[in-house]
Nanobody
């Protein structure tokens, strides 16, 4: 059973930085076709933040381009989301997503709060 565990959320002031991590267990890296991050703010739908697919360049939502960077360490089955220049509107629960052998998996989420 594939499991995704996120970490790194918390409270940060506007303009600050956070790095989220997502580690996949129960599978080999070679079977992970894509990993990504989504977020859901209160009262809003879940939206794609960034994803990285095997063999492709990373993909970002327009709202985070130039501020967020997604990366993946295949040896550790881990994806990262480096978030810089954070804004209050980035406040949300961030969910890790992975596509493994044609199936989609989700983490439980980690809360990011951007506030002074």
């Amino acid at each position: 059973q594939v499991q995704l565990v996120e970490s790194g959320g918390g409270l940060v002031q506007p303009g600050g930085s956070l790095r989220l991590s997502c580690t996949a267990s129960g599978t080999y890296s070679i079977f992970i076709n894509a990993m990504g991050w989504y977020r859901q703010a209160p009262g809003k739908q879940r939206e794609l933040v960034a994803d990285i697919r095997r063999g492709d360049s990373p993909n970002y939502a327009d709202s985070v381009k130039g501020r967020f960077t997604i990366s993946r360490d295949s040896a550790r089955n881990t994806a990262y989301l480096q978030m810089d220049s954070l804004k209050p509107e980035d406040t949300a629960v961030y969910y890790c997503n992975a596509e493994v052998r044609g199936r989609e998996y989700w983490g439980k989420g980690t809360l990011v709060t951007v506030s002074s």
